[in-house]
């Protein structure tokens, strides 16, 4: 018989607005734990996943209030225990693995006295034994030389490291149930790969309980059993992993996995129209009902309630499932992308290099760079009009960096961007004329912070039409609105504040600021990185609407492959601020490709069970690029020799036009890679 | 869709915004007592030389240091003026050379500050070691050495008081001018090309106004103590004009015998700074800055 340890029952939170309404940000949860199993909670931002994770822990977000409802752990609740009682419990029976691990392990203390902290509160070991255990401890969540590591301080380790000391304390008490807040939302895909995997291995290992809250599908996929979807603070889905992710029964979860770009798909996946619902204004009837495909009359009104199907073993709260059943397994259409690029060369970064290296006195009386070993180098590319091409890789990879250069943001210390084969641009933006200006836009990443608190959207798109076409009045009003219109927002979004507009809304605010100014280069910097998944679909097929409207070309940095893969021409990998690959998107994403390609694709997590990452290489990280020889040779798993240390690889041609900068003869590497 | 109507906040004149922010103020018991006191000196002010009783300058020395009593409300001094009069006169001057001091200041400090936050490298640490050595300076020592050269006139009052309570507006204005700087908004206007003046108009000072407002005020009632202060030293308004530091200076050495005629001045002084300080408290709770956390540079 399985042993139920948490159980959560009719649980409500919420709290008071000013005007005193109670609005629920969980709505009546009930959902039990079994030992041994991993759930994953998935749902997007706002959903009150966070909030439901946390509840099983016995802990309520300041503001925040237990309406109704229990969460009983070894038969006691522990939302009215005391707090001494749940001291007892927590970190003990129930750990926590925070999200972001360089913020939660103090800064100054070593990670050897910390992991030390956790077990002189949790366990009763002596000190002899507790050092063995640290080093246990350490060894278990795969850290390379525990004595050496224990030694250290938390900055001196990479992110997914930190992690692994996250989940090392988090299991000093040896929990019956983990909670994992989102552990590998900020880590790189090969890290985070690498993460998830050694999570499955605890969890067989011990035998604990998890709890995985993620927005990402994609991750979900690779660790739990069982799966709970939220939407608006309700359970809208509850079954196990894999049926829910192959042959989804409620709506919002089948609209989501249709528009999650994939790997083995080229194109734009379909797009779920709307964003959630903020919490408390869902007047009575489902709370998908706007955003829903199979909505009738009745789920305008009447709420439907979390019905269990014994058959497949699943909850769902919809009056159409029967529709999606019939449906089957998934199955996902996108939209080819035209490839609008010409033939007429648009920008061309001949041999730049960036350094972030503090430059000595005689230099910078001199304003001159000098610098052996800059963080980018070497970058050559040949950008045609109209085409969408990507940089990939991870961060500190100078994706970004190469990036604020051709925005003119930072000097370059070498090399040229020319434009329209005739002109050069400065990297620096004093010496660039209002055109040189204008021609050149950025989307950035996060619109909470790119745009103005302050300003209404009004402001916002105005300021491009003051500032290069001196537009005013009546002329001004018009423009912008005809903007808002072509980024698919209301007239009426004119007076709105940022604050007031969802994160897919801002995005598009963003977008249309960029257009404002009637650029022929658009630089998105990770522009859906920030956006819930539903939205993501959404903002992609805006941007790839108006791209081909308007002819505009755009360079697309993103760490998320199989986002380039929907939206790119064109793709360029890099590591450590060096080219390894480029070429057309068909041909980088499949084989033969650099080894570094090879671990990226390998380490995407697709939200598909059947579909586990490839860890080639190890997932160490370099601060700073080698100083001779392949980008690539310290984490390269094919390594030919001292070639690798002493020499740049050469580029290679593949037949299909792809440039790959390997030592590696392309016949062997395609020979080694379909192994 | 069910989305629009929550947001149906739509952009608000200024005035409903202020409106908003004293209704606000005024909601929680501090900010109600501190807005009242703070009102009630203000009309005071304005309305003083209309109801004062007697000429404040008016010397009999037949009624000398006389008792509080129907006629003579808070007593007489060692003049025998009368010193109900002086005291609701007294705080006239005071409020009105800090308050336009303290103006002068938010200028300066503010727009410098800004500009220091903005431009940075070695522009900006040239200036901030410029205010740092100011900074050093005891303030009080230097406002003896300008006002005896330059006179205790209010040309020159005015402008010396702002210039001394700005230095520290500068740091405020420009430690928040950095939180706002590496916000991709900026970024984004800097590679539109847009000018700093432009820059500091339309991105900074919107999102640095509430901060650098409210150290303003709370410059505010440290500038007038600072100016009592002066007034009690002798060096700030000259006698016979009424005011609550020269009045504390001339009476403090009759306190024991007729403690009415110091009493009264300190009352008047010390409830106008309460008031000024718990405005200006309620003011950074309103606009969401929690003074508490972050302590004055």
């Known amino acids: 018989m399985t042993v139920i340890i948490q159980k959560v029952k009719n649980l409500s939170i919420g709290f008071k607005s000013k005007k005193g309404e109670e609005i629920l940000i969980l709505k009546n949860i009930t959902t039990n734990i079994k030992k041994g199993e991993t759930v994953g909670i998935v749902g997007e931002s706002g959903s009150g996943k966070s909030t439901l994770a946390l509840a099983m822990m016995g802990y309520v977000k300041h503001g925040l209030y237990t309406i109704g409802g229990e969460c009983e752990f070894n038969s006691s609740n522990l939302l009215n225990m005391k707090s001494k009682d749940l001291e007892k419990i927590r970190g003990r029976k129930i750990a926590m693995i925070p999200q972001n691990a360089g913020q939660a392990l103090t800064p100054n203390l070593k990670i050897g006295y910390q992991i030390d902290e956790a077990l002189q509160l949790h366990s009763d070991l002596n000190e002899k034994e507790r050092e063995k255990k640290i080093s246990e401890l350490l060894n278990k969540v795969r850290l390379p030389s525990p004595e050496t590591i224990a030694l250290r301080y938390p900055h001196e380790l990479s992110g997914g490291q930190q992690q692994r000391v996250a989940v090392a304390m988090a299991l000093a008490g040896t929990p019956d149930l983990l909670l994992l807040d989102e552990p590998t939302t900020g880590l790189d895909v090969t890290t985070q790969a690498h993460v998830l995997e050694l999570l499955n291995f605890i969890a067989k290992d011990t035998g604990t309980s998890m709890v995985y809250v993620s927005h990402d599908l994609g991750a979900i996929a690779q660790v739990s059993d069982r799966i709970i979807v939220m939407y608006s603070g309700e359970i809208v889905l509850e079954g196990p992993s894999r049926d829910i992710l192959k042959k989804p029964i409620h709506p919002y979860t089948h609209g989501l996995l249709k528009s999650i770009p994939k790997l083995s798909l080229a194109g734009l996946p379909e797009s779920m129209p709307g964003s959630q619902p903020q919490p408390g204004t869902i007047q009575g009837g489902c709370s998908f009902f706007d955003r829903c495909n199979f909505s009738e009359e009745k789920c305008k009104n009447n709420s439907p309630e979390l019905e269990f199907l014994k058959e497949f073993n699943t909850s769902v709260r919809c009056f159409n499932y029967e529709k999606l059943l019939k449906e089957g397994e998934i199955n996902q259409n996108v939209n080819k992308i035209k490839n609008n690029s010409q033939d007429k060369e648009i920008l061309n970064l001949s041999d730049i290099s960036i350094s972030y290296a503090k430059q000595k006195l005689l230099d910078q009386i001199f304003n001159r760079i000098t610098d052996d070993n800059p963080t980018v180098k070497d970058i050559n590319i040949n950008i045609k009009k109209g085409e969408t091409i990507a940089l990939v890789g991870e961060s500190g990879s100078g994706k970004s960096t190469i990036l604020k250069s051709i925005a003119g943001l930072l000097r370059t210390k070498d090399g040229l961007i020319r434009f329209e084969e005739s002109r050069n641009l400065s990297s620096d933006l004093k010496e660039r004329n209002p055109n040189d200006l204008r021609i050149i836009q950025l989307i950035f990443q996060n619109p909470d912070e790119s745009l103005n608190p302050n300003h209404t959207v009004e402001e916002i798109i105005a300021q491009p039409l003051k500032l290069y076409f001196g537009l005013k009045g009546e002329e001004l009003k018009k423009n912008i609105i005809d903007l808002l219109q072509k980024v698919r927002l209301g007239e009426f979004y004119i007076s709105r504040y940022p604050r007031q507009l969802s994160g897919g809304e801002k995005q598009r605010v963003a977008v249309a600021r960029a257009f404002a100014a009637k650029p022929d280069i658009i630089l998105c910097d990770e522009v859906t990185s920030a956006l819930d998944v539903s939205v993501q679909a959404a903002v992609l097929n805006l941007l790839q609407q108006l791209k081909e409207d308007f002819g505009t070309t755009y360079i697309f940095v993103s760490h998320d492959l199989a986002v380039v893969r929907a939206i790119s021409d064109r793709v360029a990998v890099l590591y450590q601020g060096r080219l390894c690959e480029v070429g057309p998107s068909n041909d980088v994403y499949k084989f033969p490709s650099h080894p570094y390609t090879e671990v990226l694709l390998g380490a995407v997590l697709e939200p598909d069970p059947d579909i586990k990452p490839k860890l080639v290489a190890e997932d160490i990280v370099e601060e700073k690029p080698p100083e001779k020889g392949c980008s690539f040779q310290g984490r390269c798993s094919r390594i030919v020799g001292d070639i690798c240390k002493k020499e740049i690889p050469p580029w290679q041609l593949t037949d299909s036009g792809n440039a790959i900068r390997c030592h590696i003869p392309i016949k062997e590497l395609q020979k080694e890679q379909f192994k | ?297």
């Open chain 2, 1 to 297: 869709m069910k989305l629009d109507n929550i947001y149906k906040e739509e952009k608000k004149s200024n005035f409903a915004k202020v409106s908003d922010i004293i209704i606000t103020m005024a909601s929680r018991p501090s900010g109600f007592i501190g807005l009242s006191i703070l009102v009630f000196h203000v009309i005071l002010a304005f309305i003083s030389p209309f109801i004062a009783p007697y000429d404040f300058k008016a010397i009999n020395p037949s009624l000398m240091l006389q008792a509080p009593s129907a006629e003579y409300w808070f007593g007489t001094d060692d003049l025998g003026r009368d010193v109900f009069t002086r005291t609701i006169l007294g705080g006239r001057t005071a409020l009105t050379i800090t308050f336009f001091g303290s103006l002068i200041a938010l200028l300066w400090g503010g727009l410098l500050g800004i500009f220091c936050g903005l431009v940075g490298g070695k522009t900006d640490d040239i200036v901030m070691r410029i205010v740092d050595a100011f900074l050093s300076i005891p303030w009080i020592l230097a406002m003896l050495l300008i006002v005896s050269l330059l006179g205790t006139s209010t040309e020159v009052l005015i402008p010396a008081l702002g210039f001394f309570y700005g230095k520290g507006i500068v740091r405020v204005a420009r430690a928040a001018t950095h939180d706002v700087i590496a916000k991709d908004f900026i970024v984004s206007a800097r590679a539109r090309g847009h000018s700093n003046f432009s820059i500091i108009w339309n991105e900074i000072i919107p999102n640095v106004r509430d901060a650098i407002l409210v150290e303003g005020a709370m410059r505010w009632s440290w500038m007038l103590l600072g100016f009592s202060s002066l007034s009690f030293l002798g060096f700030g308004v000259s006698p016979p004009t009424p005011d609550w530091g020269l009045m504390i200076s001339n009476a403090r050495g009759l306190m024991s015998f007729a403690y009415w005629s110091v009493i009264a001045p300190i009352v008047g002084l010390s409830s106008l700074i309460i008031g000024i300080n718990l405005t200006a408290d309620a003011f950074a709770k309103a606009l969401g800055i929690d003074r508490s956390t972050k302590a004055p540079v």
